[in-house]
């Protein structure tokens, strides 16, 4: 399928380079490090090779939230986020960007997604899950009360939120404890990562502001499969939720969630989100440069799915929520309605 967009898709900077080096294999390493240092050349020529036209690029992980000290995390995002719109404005319709956010004082997330989404034409914010305070007993979670102010302004602004993983902190692994591979991607990614999406469910948030809409990546941290179950665990006892949610917990997640393919290049786990959430809300990724181009692309391609919702998560939905409009893109849905 040409015309792609995909939209988990990493840079670094000499700043946060060394925060991605434990991801892969010492011996890895040069080839990741010189996948994240570059965007305009190997990463054009994948995409050109397998048929992405645009990449919605944002900053590894876990890099701001693992600052503690808010000044500096506020430097180095706004940093990140000046070096991005420069490499964006080279390439305007093959670039786009989430910005960074210092998420360590919500006042100073409010200016930076303002200044990125108003002043440099920013797609929404790319945030890799809680971030670390200097002092903090524990690390903040965006449920927590002092952030509703920003999600007032994710709102107003009417930018979606991707929502990105990063590990627990030790002292909160020792679940662990003997088994690394669990860390990562493998299992700890999914795990952190749902939890802080039910957390800002259940807090009552999207009561509050229902029209967030919220980014969920690697086809949704497993909360799809799961979300029958969250509603109705221990469905013969009639007792009121424990959550401050007005409704059930899915209806949220279906109306206020989008999931993307990014590092799940699995038609099984595809079909069964398509059937849990709908085509509508699920969007083609590839996770570069931690997964390969071409493993996301072919497998996107030849998956044993409808052409008319090939056409929506391949780009379609992507352009709809982030207010694209990638050449071709009407065309090529009429004909597929035809």
């Known amino acids: 399928m040409q015309g792609k967009i995909a939209l988990e898709e990493h840079f670094a900077i000499p700043d946060t380079l060394m925060d991605s080096a434990g991801f892969v294999p010492e011996s890895y390493w040069p080839e990741l490090k010189s996948r994240l240092m570059d965007i305009q050349e190997r990463r054009i020529a994948e995409m050109d090779r397998h048929g992405i036209e645009t990449m919605i690029l944002s900053l590894n992980a876990p890099a701001v939230q693992a600052i503690p000290e808010t000044a500096r995390a506020d430097e180095i995002a706004r940093r990140a986020n000046d070096y991005l719109a420069e490499q964006v404005a080279k390439r305007p319709s ?50 927590l009360p002092q952030y509703w102010p920003f999600w007032a302004k994710v709102e107003e602004l009417g930018v979606p939120f991707y929502l990105h993983p990063r590990n627990p902190l030790p002292e909160a692994s020792r679940i662990y404890d003997g088994h690394p591979w669990l860390l990562g991607p493998t299992w700890a990614f999914g795990q952190e990562t749902a939890v802080h999406a039910l957390r800002l469910i259940g807090s009552g948030l999207f009561d509050a502001y229902p029209k967030l809409q919220i980014v969920l990546g690697h086809m949704g941290e497993g909360l799809p499969y799961s979300m029958w179950r969250i509603d109705h665990r221990n469905g013969w006892v009639k007792a009121p939720a424990k959550h401050k949610a007005k409704r059930k917990i899915r209806d949220y997640f279906n109306s206020n969630f989008h999931l993307t393919t ?16 709908g085509a509508d809300r699920i969007l083609f990724s590839v996770d570069w440069p931690f997964e390969n181009v071409d493993h996301a692309a072919d497998w996107f391609d030849a998956a044993s799915i409808s052409e008319t919702d090939r056409l929506k998560i391949g780009r379609g939905n992507a352009a709809k929520l982030f207010r694209l409009d990638p050449p071709g893109a009407a065309q090529d849905f009429n004909q597929a309605a035809e």
């Not at 998420?103 to 990125?116: F, G």
Request: glycine residues 8%.
């Open 262 to 277: 990014s590092g799940n290049f699995r038609t099984q786990t595809l079909i069964d989100a398509i059937l849990e959430i």
């Open 94 to 143: 093959r670039f786009q960007a989430f910005a960074a956010l210092p998420m360590q004082d919500p006042e100073l997330a409010i200016a930076e997604l303002d200044r990125c989404v108003t002043t440099l034409g920013f797609r929404g914010a790319l945030v890799n899950g809680f971030s670390q305070i200097v002092g903090a007993a524990a690390p903040a979670y965006y449920d």
